[in-house]
C-alpha cells in the first residue's frame, strides 16, 4: 500500500521520491531481540560506544503507511538574523515508500554523541551494502542529525544505500578540533558494527552540509583520506574558516557572514586579530575577550581546520557544491579543489544558481540526482 503526503517547496525537488513519518511512527519503541531489528553490537570501549540498552527511537519499517499532511524540516526558514538557520517549509505533493528501519545508537559517551541509522532489511544471500554518513551544519552552534536531512536519508536507501546521520559536540563549549574528532569517532563506530545493518565498512562517503561539509572535507583528507572514506560530497563547506573570518569583516558582509566570522572564534575559541601581550584597542579601548587565546595560538589551529593544509595524494575524491548566491561562497571550494588535483585527486566543484546554501540546493532539481549519481560512480551499489 502507497500514500500520498503534502509536503513542501524548499524541499519539493528531493520530497518527490521521500520517505515521509506518519504520525505517530516512532511513538513506540521496538520489543527487545525483535528480530526485526539489528542483533545488539557487543560492549564498545570508550570512544567508540557501542549501543546500549533500548534504542532511543523504534523500526519505523512496519507502520502502515497513511495519508497525512505534515511540514518539512529543511533549511530555508530565516532565523533572527535573516539567513538560514537549518529548518525550511515547503508544499509539493509526493508518493512515498515504505519506510526503512531507522534506529538511534550512542557512539561516544557525550550526550551529543548519537547517531541515527536508516537501513533497509535484505535477503539473507544479499551482499552489504555501501554507506554515506551524513554531517549536518549550522555553523558548528547548531543543529541536529534529524532535520531535514532524515527525508534525505531515507530516500537514500531506496537508492541502494545504507545512510547514518551522526550529530557531533557543538561549540562554543566544545572547540575544536572537537567536531572533527567525533566526526571520526563516528566513522570509526559505522565501521565496527557495520554488519548490524548489512553495511560494508570498505565503502563509506561522507555527505555534509555547511559546516559539516568542512568536516566532511576534513575526513578525506586526514592522513590518507581515502582510508577513511571513499568520498565526499559537500555542500556550502567553509573548508577555510579563517576566510570566512575575514569575509566577515568585509564592509558589504551579510548577516550570514557575520555570524559566521563570529562562529568561527567560538569554533577556535580564539581570535586571530589579537596578538600575545596585546594592548587594548586604541580607538574603543576594547580588552582582548577573557578566556579567548590569542592570536600566535589561534593561527596554528586555524590552519589545522582548513583542509586545503591536509591535501595529499591518495585523499578521497570530492564533489563540492556551492549556489551563485551563496553566503559560503565558491571560492571556499575553488582552492581546496585545486590543490586536490595537484595532488592527482578527482575533484568536482558545481555551482546552483540561486540565493541559496547548503540543504537549501536540494531544491533544485538536479542537485539530488547529482549527488546520488555520484555516489553511485564511487560506491557501486549492487556490487
Not at 565503502?203 to 572514506?229: E, M, W
Amino acid at each position: 500500500m502507497r500514500k500520498v503526503l503534502v509536503c513542501g517547496a524548499a524541499f519539493a525537488a528531493t520530497c518527490l521520491a521521500a520517505v515521509a513519518v506518519p504520525v505517530g511512527a516512532h511513538a513506540a519503541p521496538p520489543v527487545p531481540g525483535a528480530s526485526s531489528g539489528p542483533s545488539a553490537p557487543p560492549a564498545g570501549e570508550p570512544g567508540t560506544a557501542a549501543p546500549s540498552g533500548e534504542p532511543q527511537t523504534g523500526d519505523s519499517g512496519s507502520q502502515s503507511p497513511s495519508a497525512s499532511a505534515t511540514t518539512l524540516p529543511g533549511n530555508g526558514r530565516p532565523g533572527a538574523d535573516g539567513e538560514p538557520d537549518g529548518t525550511a517549509t515547503a508544499r509539493a505533493v509526493m508518493v512515498t515508500p515504505q519506510l526503512p528501519k531507522f534506529r538511534t545508537y550512542a557512539y561516544g559517551k557525550d550526550a551529543a554523541q548519537k547517531i541515527d541509522a536508516y537501513w533497509r532489511q535484505d535477503a539473507r544471500q544479499a551482499g552489504p551494502r555501501p554507506v554515506v554518513l551524513i554531517l549536518h551544519g549550522g555553523y558548528w552552534l547548531q543543529g541536529d542529525k534529524g532535520g531535514g536531512w532524515k527525508y534525505f536519508a531515507r530516500r537514500l536507501t531506496e537508492e541502494g544505500f545504507v545512510v547514518l546521520s551522526a550529530n557531533y559536540r557543538l561549540s562554543p563549549k566544545a572547540h575544536w578540533p572537537a567536531q572533527r574528532d567525533d566526526s571520526l569517532a563516528a566513522l570509526a563506530f559505522i565501521k565496527k558494527y557495520a554488519r548490524v545493518w548489512n553495511a560494508d565498512p570498505a565503502r563509506v562517503a561522507v555527505v555534509g552540509s555547511s559546516a559539516g561539509g568542512q568536516l566532511a572535507t576534513q575526513l578525506g583528507t586526514l592522513g590518507t583520506g581515502t582510508r577513511q572514506v571513499r568520498g565526499v560530497v559537500a555542500l556550502s563547506p567553509p573548508n577555510n574558516p579563517y576566510l570566512a573570518y575575514q569575509d566577515g569583516a568585509k564592509p558589504g558582509a551579510t548577516p550570514g557572514q557575520r555570524k559566521l566570522r563570529r562562529a568561527v572564534v567560538d569554533l577556535m575559541n580564539c581570535e586571530p586579530g589579537v596578538t600575545v601581550g596585546a594592548e587594548p584597542d586604541p580607538e574603543t579601548g576594547a580588552e582582548p575577550e577573557p578566556g579567548t587565546v590569542t592570536g600566535e595560538v589561534c593561527l596554528p589551529l586555524l590552519d589545522d581546520a582548513s583542509t586545503v593544509t591536509h591535501v595529499s595524494p591518495g585523499d578521497a575524491p570530492m564533489l563540492l557544491m556551492h549556489a551563485t548566491g551563496d553566503f559560503v561562497p565558491v571560492t571556499q571550494s575553488t582552492g581546496l579543489a585545486a590543490a586536490l588535483r595537484a595532488a592527482g585527486v578527482q575533484a568536482t566543484v558545481k555551482t546552483v544558481e540561486g540565493h541559496m546554501h547548503a540543504t537549501d540546493m536540494l531544491s533544485d532539481e538536479q542537485t539530488y540526482p547529482t549527488i546520488v549519481g555520484w555516489l553511485k560512480g564511487h560506491l557501486k551499489p549492487g556490487e
